[in-house]
């Protein structure tokens, strides 16, 4: 049986790889082949909740090179709706750093794919018909399939509205407070802030982790004694968490709490540094201009790139360390339970996991990640110290 804290781990790293798996498009909305057309242009889904990112991906089965001309900070690719019976061309320049000149190529017998991650909202923020048109320097042009946007579902509005907009405003409000609009101390200050909100009901789980651990032993005996007999084995341990009132799910609503709060916090310091979110501040909270945001952090680490060897090392060892420090000692004979034997090699595969995802996203979630596994350390060592003064109670001599 895994602890708690396994579990809590497991489930970190699980959402963690989904969501890079759904930031870069790996296994989601992969565009279908169409070999037979010289040139394809294919949006990465036929129908679209309101402000779902579009993504649009160019294949090239010719033997020729294709070139578009960039027209940043425009869009990169012409965008058509549908209005009054006609199909129009939409255009924004939204407030963004481009690099002049750059054209947009794509090699024979190969494909690029462009999200309009900059431009999103103020182009498809509205519900309709949407068709995606690119001219190349050739001169020869094509259109994409039509596609839709449509209302977003409750549960996105729910997610957006609870979380990550909260999230969103406080972040770019500490950034715009601070000297030099600096986005690395807002990113600790917001982590810290969001522990210090979980603060009590984490301590708790980890008050109850640390009791679930401490009667390991006692439940293999039980186990042990009960062989076969399941319906005893559960009454025995319902009666021993009682007596000792532990709780056995005693931390899975801290853990409820903190995943979606963890899951908006990685999207707001991966994205959120984009003038097409401007739309997600409340109205008059704060004003400020996305060029004057101060990404590198200390003058060394550039919080919108990925950093490919400092930082994840740190991450991991940081996740390492405080995973020693929630193992219990063995027994006195030595002899591991299977909890043990579970936690023992999760211990050294979760943090090279995190090391490794840690490479792939971008600078600022790492930083967040760092910073909350060490908030994590100093709470569990304040556990672990009072679980050792609860062990050694001092001795009362009585004189009879």
Not at 203 to 216: N, P, T
Request: hydrophobic share 45%.
């Amino acid at each position: 049986m895994l602890s708690k804290n396994t579990l809590s781990n497991i489930l970190k790293f699980l959402a963690i790889f989904l969501i890079v798996n759904y930031v870069y498009g790996i296994f989601f909305n992969k565009p279908q082949e169409r070999a037979s057309e010289l040139v394809v242009i294919e949006t990465n889904d036929s129908e679209y909740g309101k402000d779902a990112l579009v993504s649009v991906t160019i294949r090239n089965n010719s033997n020729a090179a294709l070139e578009v001309a960039n027209d940043c900070p425009g869009e990169p690719f012409d965008v058509l709706v549908y209005s009054e019976g006609v199909w129009k061309k939409r255009e924004v320049k939204p407030e963004i750093e481009c690099k002049e000149g750059e054209k947009i190529s794509i090699k024979p017998q190969e494909k690029r794919t462009i999200a309009y991650d900059k431009w999103n909202h103020a182009l498809f923020g509205k519900e309709g018909r949407y068709k995606i048109a690119v001219k190349f320097l050739d001169g020869k042009s094509y259109e994409s399939k039509e596609f839709t946007v449509v209302q977003a579902s409750i549960f996105r509005v729910l997610w957006i509205t609870l979380f990550y907009q909260p999230i969103y405003n406080i972040l770019i409000f500490l950034t715009a407070k601070l000297p030099m609009h600096d986005l690395g101390f807002a990113i600790i200050i917001l982590t810290l802030i969001i522990r210090l909100i979980l603060l009590v009901p984490s301590q708790k789980a980890l008050k109850s982790q640390k009791k679930m651990q401490e009667l390991q032993p006692k439940l293999e005996a039980i186990k042990e004694k009960h062989k076969g007999n399941q319906q005893q084995i559960s009454m025995e341990t319902m009666a021993l968490w009682k007596e000792h009132k532990v709780n056995p799910f005693g931390s899975c609503l801290p853990l409820l709490i903190q995943f979606p709060v963890f899951i908006a916090l990685f999207y707001v310091v991966g994205s959120g540094l984009n003038p097409d979110n401007s739309y997600l501040l409340y109205p008059g909270f704060v004003q400020v201009s996305y060029r004057e945001i101060h990404t590198l952090f200390l003058g060394v680490l550039e919080l919108t790139q990925s950093n490919k060897y400092v930082l994840p090392l740190m991450v991991g060892l940081l996740q390492f360390v405080q995973m020693k420090m929630t193992m219990k000692k063995p027994a006195g004979d030595g002899k591991k339970s299977e909890m043990d034997i579970a936690n023992g090699m999760m211990v050294y595969f979760l943090p090279v996991m995190i090391a490794v995802i840690t490479m792939s996203v971008p600078a600022a979630a790492g930083l967040y990640w760092a910073t909350s596994t060490l908030f994590g350390i100093g709470q569990q060592y304040f556990v672990n110290r009072g679980s050792k003064k609860d062990d050694n109670p001092r001795q009362i001599i009585t004189v009879s």
